[in-house]
Each structure stands twice: as C-alpha cells, then as structure tokens.
C-alpha cells in the first residue's frame, strides 16, 4: 500500500461527471467542457501588456535593434521563440542570449555586457527578469529599454523597466490566469498580432511551456493548452516536427502525458547537461537539415541525462536513507551531481519521503541547488526565512533555485531545518485524495467517455481517481519489459474488469488470486486497431477492512 489514508470526496454519485465538476468548483460548466478561444482574457487583465507592445511595435517601425534574453528551461525557451517568432514575422531579427546554467538564473552581468556591446535600443526577458533590479537600472543607464515578461514570484522592489507583462500586475478589478512564462509571452504576441489569428500557430509552444511548468490547466491555461494540442498534432514548426519523430511519436496522439514526459524533458536536456542554445535553435530553425540534426542530438543528451539522473537519484536516496535524512521535516542533502539534475532529484526526494527536499551541489567555491515541495508548503516562502545566508533564490511555491558560498551552508541548513520543524506534521501524512466511490457496475465506456471531456488533465484539474470496494482477484500477471509491473482482472457482481498496476515491487504490494480488496484506479480508454476496451490504472490497493 502506497498511501497510509485515503480521501474519499464523493460516494456514490449517479453523475460521476456532474458531481466531479461541481466538487472542483466548476460553475461555467459549458465553457470548461468547450472552452473558446475568444474568451481568452489574460492579455486584457495585465496592466502594462498594451504598454509593452506599443513599445515593441514602435521599435519594430523604426527599425530599432531588439535583444531577446530567456530562462533555459522548456518554459523560458518555447516562450523566448514566441517572442522571436512574432518579432520576425513581423519584420523585425532580433538578436538573442540563452544562457547556460552555470551563469545562475536571470540577467547576469555578462548578460547586460552582451546586449550593449550587441548595441541593442529595446530588450526583452522572458520567464525571467523579475529580480534583475541591478541588471536592469545598469541597462537603464546605457538607455537602453527593458519589457520584463516573467511570471515568477514578486519582490518588493521590483526593476524600474519600461514595462512588466506579468500576471499579478493586473488593471484594477481584473483578474489573470497563473500563466507560464510562455503563457505570459504568447499574450504579448497576441496583442502584437492585434488577435488577427496568425498567433495561433504558437499556441504549440504555448502549450508546451504551459505543460513543462506545471501551470494550473484551469481558465486561459486550459485553453491555451488544449487548442495547442490540436495545432501541436500537425505543428508548421520544423524543430518540434524533428523532435516529435526522434521522440517515436505520431501526429495526431500528442496529449498532455506526450509534452510532459516526452517532448519537454528533450527541450530541457540541453540546459541541463550542455548547451541550451541548442533547444532555443530547433524551435526557430527554418533549416530542414539543421532541425533533423538538432533533434537529433537533444534526443541523445535526454539519453544522457537519464543516466546521470538514475545514478543521482540512486545516490541521494540511499544517503537520505542512511542518514536518516527524512525524519526530519524538510530533507536538505549536498553532493556532487550535475547541477542540471538537482531539480529532478529533489522531485524523487519528495515523491520517495513526502517531504519537501532541496538537493546541493558543489560548483567551485559555491553551493547551488534546487528545491521542491509537497501541496501544502511553499518552499520559496520557506526558503526566503532564511535569505539572509543566500547569494540568489528565487522560484513558485512548489519549485525554486537558491545558491550560496559555501562558508554559509552550516548556517543555512540549521536556518532553514529549524523553520520547517515548526510545520504541523500532520501535513506528511501520505493521503491519496479519490474523487468518488463507485459500484463496479458503473465502470463502462459511457463513463470513460464522459470523462474524457475534462481534458488535458495536470496540475489544477488532475484526472479523477475513483475507488470500488470489495472487490475480488480473479488473476494476476507480469508484464512489461522487465516484468516489473502487473495486468490484474477484477470481478464483482459478475462483472469483469482489467487492470493495470505499474511498479508492483516499488509499491509494496502483495496481491493474489481470490484476494478481496478496495482499489483506487484512474480510467483509461485503451484504443487499438480500431477497437475499444476500458483499463483501470491503479493507483493503490489495500485489504478490504
């Protein structure tokens, strides 16, 4: 059993779907099931979006230099090669920096050199900038101006920019989406367009950005990821083309599961294990022969960063383990990994201990690192406790970066341990939250298909886990490759059903034939050949008490 509780919000509803949507709050129910993209209204609610783009177009008639700066993540990238795609398009080549990892995040002041060495009159920062107080009054005063479209988390000062596109900046009485930085980006683009339809074409980076950020798909996110879809599955950009046939995909079977665990970990290969450059390249190339050959070497380093992340996750496990690490509110572990996977080994930590973990790495003579949390802590707001022994952090409440010099890590982990020990520790309680309990009978393909009307499923509209008591094992199978996860059938009332159950070992299941259970499972269509067949993927399983 994975879970120690199970919350059950729902029992025995009549209407699985219209108790679903009405339990999450849905009231504009047509509109979530169909959202229209004319009801997009984010590029309306942020202050000084129509300011930025005045200053934009003004620079593009006037034939000004303009200097693009992104965030190396899939995020930062996809939304840098909206803005670039829009400025072309409309006339203008804008000159662009992505930087590698190690600079840190945001403006740098190698970042500041370039640009006015480049002899540019107008940047723009993308997914990034927030915090560039410094960077960009140094920019200022080479008069040069700065749009800052970010989405991060705001400061009390903030940069004395020309103009900041951000969703919390809002007109009054409006209200925004909690865009992507891509999100963010593609608003601007659709008010350059002047909303004339040609932007929709970037609604595929828009998405992707969307998915690799894990932005609530909720409002203008859930419409900006589910038309991206749909222009994603026949995409005009030559790079995502190449990537998505290296990836082994097909047109048309594209989703939300395809970007998040697909597409998007080969766009953020080259930032965490070499040159971002690369990804930012492939999605603006109109070069057939130079978007195969990127593809193709973003493909091989995902290769590579899978296998330093199974070493890495492997190494940090077993010291957290030996060390007693997760015993404590908040695990913080310092190592040597590369530091492009310290992110996706803090997120094992957490998925591992159900504890909000920051991973360290040693970078000559300072310490970087990433962190991330469970639902109910804000590991920024955490993390900014303790600030005073930091260089740099900054992030959401679910995910930041920090560094320091080394002479303060001692300080800082007695800092912050002695923050998170004031957390309540009922919030570690591993509870697997289930939407409805239903009778086995109501597990049919009407139901299936009606729940497919709730996607994309992701953060903020998760895909509805039921639950069934009583139930009985009828048969168990390996499958898979290495034999490691399990097909069981179920019978209850002389109905069948098929199940999935990924990584029997790692959950600690023992399951036999005969066994009476409760099962907590998420539905699946299984298409193939034409033909259709329900699969419940299961998500725990326990004795029946």
């Not at 410094?134 to 103009?163: C, F, G, M, R, W």
Request: charged content about 25%; aromatic content about 6%.
């Amino acid at each position: 059993m994975k879970f120690s509780k199970w919350n059950i919000s729902l029992f025995n509803p009549k209407d699985p779907l219209k108790e679903i949507l009405h339990l999450r709050k849905i009231e504009k129910v047509k509109e979530f099931l169909d959202p229209s993209y004319d009801l997009i209204s984010s590029d309306n609610a942020m202050a000084q979006l129509k300011t930025a783009a005045k200053r934009i177009r003004q620079a593009i008639v006037l034939k000004e230099k303009i200097g693009i700066f992104m965030d190396y993540d899939a995020d930062g990238i996809c939304g840098g090669a909206i803005i670039y795609k829009t400025l072309n398009d409309l006339g203008n080549e804008p000159c662009y920096l992505v930087p590698h990892r190690r600079e840190g995040y945001g403006l740098s002041k190698n970042a500041t050199r370039y640009f006015i060495k480049e002899k540019i009159n107008l940047l723009i920062t993308v997914d990034c900038g927030i915090k560039s107080v410094l960077e960009v009054a140094n920019l200022n005063k080479q008069k040069i101006d700065t749009i800052v479209v970010d989405h991060h988390q705001l400061d009390e000062i903030l940069p004395q920019s020309y103009a900041i596109v951000h969703p919390k900046i809002l007109k009054k009485g409006k209200i925004c989406s909690d865009l992507s930085g891509g999100g963010v980006a593609y608003m601007l683009c659709r008010e350059l367009y002047n909303r004339n339809g040609r932007e929709k074409w970037l609604l595929d980076l828009a998405a992707i950005s969307s998915v690799a950020d894990v932005v609530p798909l909720v409002e203008d996110n859930r419409t900006i990821v589910k038309y991206g879809m749909l222009v994603l599955n026949k995409t005009k950009n030559l790079g995502l083309r190449h990537l998505i046939e290296v990836a082994n995909l097909k047109m048309g079977e594209i989703g939300c599961y395809e970007i998040g665990f697909m597409v998007a970990p080969r766009l953020n290969a080259a930032g965490r294990v070499s040159n971002p450059q690369d990804s930012f390249k492939l999605l603006i190339t109109k070069d057939e022969g130079e978007a195969k050959k990127l593809a193709q070497k973003l493909n091989e380093l995902n290769i590579k960063r899978q296998k330093l992340l199974e070493n890495g996750q492997n190494e940090a496990c077993e010291i957290v383990g030996t060390k007693g690490l997760f015993k404590k509110n908040l695990i913080i572990v310092r190592g040597q990994w590369n530091e492009g996977i310290v992110g996706l080994i803090a997120s094992k930590l957490v998925e591992k201990f159900n504890r909000p973990a920051i991973v360290l790495t040693e970078i000559d003579e300072k310490i970087k690192g990433s962190a991330r949390s469970i639902p109910q802590i804000d590991i920024t707001k955490l993390i900014s406790k303790s600030s005073d022994c930091l260089l740099s952090f900054g992030g959401h409440s679910q995910a930041a970066g920090l560094s320091l010099v080394k002479s303060k890590f001692k300080k800082f982990e007695k800092s912050i341990l002695n923050y998170a020990q004031k957390i309540n520790k009922n919030v570690f309680e591993k509870c697997l939250n289930i939407d409805a309990l239903i009778e086995s009978s109501q597990i049919k393909m009407q139901l299936a298909d009606d729940l497919e009307k709730l996607e994309p499923y992701g953060a903020g509209n998760p895909k509805p886990i039921f639950a069934v008591e009583k139930i009985k094992v009828d048969s168990i199978r390996s499958i898979g490759r290495d034999q490691s996860h399990r097909k069981v059938t179920f019978i209850k009332s002389n109905h069948y059903h098929q199940a999935v159950l990924f990584n029997f070992a790692q959950g600690n299941w023992i399951i036999a034939k005969g066994d009476i259970l409760d099962i907590a499972f998420c539905i699946d269509i299984n298409r193939w050949n034409g033909n259709e067949k329900i699969d419940l993927i299961l998500k725990d399983v326990k004795e029946n008490e």
